[in-house]
């Protein structure tokens, strides 16, 4: 797999689903800093082209098809990524940190998702990652 993947850096891709993968706690942090929006973002960038990143050797098919699996979920679910997040993240109240944001059952299927990616993602000179 080259560092670079179709425009996309393969180490963006880990970072999204770290950010995807990571406790709500952390995910409402993430919030706060505009990282989950990206990591979102990168996710769904990336879904259109899996096939082709496949084909290229860019990724393996089990990296494609996690990848693949992560952007299905984060595509169908019902109360959209956007939907969750509160406008003006970066100025949400520390008392957004302590709420229950990103702990459905719905959102914690994506997350174990991402994490199952991720896992398929790690870097193979760092096999203890994931």
Avoid: Y
Wanted: charged residues 20%; aromatic residues 4%; contains cysteine.
């Amino acid at each position: 797999m080259s560092a670079t993947a179709e425009g996309i850096d393969v180490r963006r891709l880990r970072m999204a689903l770290m950010s995807l993968g990571s406790p709500p706690q952390a995910q409402r942090h993430h919030v706060r800093v505009g990282l989950l929006q990206r990591s979102c973002a990168t996710i769904l960038e990336v879904a259109p082209r899996l096939a082709a990143m496949e084909a290229a050797g860019d990724l393996t098919g089990p990296q494609a098809a996690s990848l693949a699996a992560v952007a299905g979920g984060l595509a169908g679910l019902q109360l959209s990524w956007r939907e969750r997040i509160p406008p003006d993240a970066a100025t949400l109240a520390f008392d957004f940190l302590l709420s229950n944001a990103f702990e459905d059952a719905e959102w914690e299927s994506l997350r174990l998702a991402a994490r199952d990616a991720f896992t398929v993602m790690r870097a193979p000179d760092n096999p203890r990652v994931g």
